[in-house]
């Protein structure tokens, strides 16, 4: 990688040249990084305290680089030969039934990282998504904080907690984290990189200058984390603890919780990686899967996907696994991986459009891609219970109900739930934001015994609502459907306009539309 991006010779173009055949694309790239380069150093020029600077370059240096990988791949239209992948052998997917029993005193060498970025703008919110509510009046993080301080107390051990922010979420949970002062556990956070958008059109930074309006900046995604560790100083900080392995999971999944048995596994096994992966249902078949490709364990992403081959990588019978971004790493492989070899992950293009209509580009990578360069890196196939993702209102509803209680800040089902399967929650458009969500349910409905539900439009829920089998609500456009106060409903399907609703004996209620 280059020393500075401050202005000096040209010797970058070494980087991108390098085939003999020049077309038209080949030969547009050393004239697009150069292009870069230039306004990238105008961007670290544009920072006036030396400190401050440094760091920015650096920052700026890690981007360009991903920047020339891009072109040089865009020109050499590097794809995955379909013809290659196979399936990975079973020896690289341990079946988690067959892990040995964990030992406590581990726990010590450990440390857990949350993948802290995200902001929920999906679900309407403008602050961390960490800092919803979403069971008991606890947020993402006050559970996260409850299981490992739980951890430490119980088996007087020092597990620390990370947090990788993004520069949306990092002076949001610097000021959450300060009311956890007098738990048992350490606290450390540190900023991923912040990169500059692209335009499509030129290829040229959004920007203009260092502290440009946030619209002009992307966080590079989870795959960051490599980078943002070695540079942040957190990962010597942990190996001058003592600490050999680190766990990693998204903020928003409250199934992942440290798990002992994994821990056992990967220290009997010698493995550098563990990627924990669980079956695929019809709701994952955009989650990204682990391959053979050419005799060497991969990470495949949906963006990766040649279009004629997507319908082929959705099938379940083909790809059977996905992959739940839990991450076990051991940190003294990957301080040898970054210092020597360098971490190459494949790069995912993510096309976005600005508020004015402007189409840019958003060069990212995935944590779990990392798989490749550990010695002994495989999957190990979890239980659905360690993938509970909160990615929408309808997961949200799930989460609070009745289906779930805590334990230690643990997600536990109901013993009193018939079946091993959680119920499948669609709920439309007007339930998309948390605002609204909130206000169409006086209470969250008892759906212990529920199967399906799907309401759709102008939809309110009562107090004390009982939902069971297959609950189907429809309100069509202009019409509003109120479900009262008590009501149960039993493999119903609601539909009209029921703002008159007659209850029955029973407890049943039925329509007067």
Known sequence: ?????????????ARVRGASHIDFKTATTGVAAKAMRNELSALVNTVKDPETRKAFDTEMQSFFYLFTRYLSERARSQELD??????PSEDKIVPYSKLPSGDASNLNKLAVLKVNGGLGTSMGMTGAKSALEVKDDMTFLDLTVRQIE????????????????????????LRIIKKYANQQLRITTFNQSRYPRIYKETLLPCPRTADDDKKHWYPPGHGDLYNALMHSGVLDQLLAEGKEYLFVSNSDNLGAVVDEKILQHMIESKSEFIMEVTDKTKADIKGGTLIDYEGQIRLLEVAQVPNEHIEDFKSVRKFKIFNTNNLWIDLRALKRVMENEGMELDIIVNPKTTDDGQAVLQLETAAGAAIKHFNNAHGVNVPRSR???????????????????????QLVINPNRMFETTPVIKLGDHFKKIQQFQKRFKKIPKIIELDHLTVTGDVYFGRNVTLR?????????????????????ENRLLSGNLNMIVRLPYNRCCDSS
């Open 1 to 13: 990688m280059a020393e500075s991006l401050m202005p000096r010779s040209d010797s970058f173009n």
């Open 82 to 87: 379909w013809d290659r992948i196979r399936s």
């Open 150 to 173: 739980h951890l430490n107390t119980t088996h007087r051990v020092d597990v620390p907690l990370i947090l990788m922010t993004s520069f949306n979420t990092h002076e949001d949970t």
């Open 387 to 409: 993938f509970l993702p909160v990615k929408s209102c309808s997961d949200l509803l799930l989460i609070k109900s009745d289906i779930y209680s805590l334990q230690h800040g």
């Open 469 to 489: 089998g297959t609950v189907i609500i429809v309100a069509n456009e202009g019409q509003r459907i109120d479900i009262p106060d008590g009501c149960v409903l």
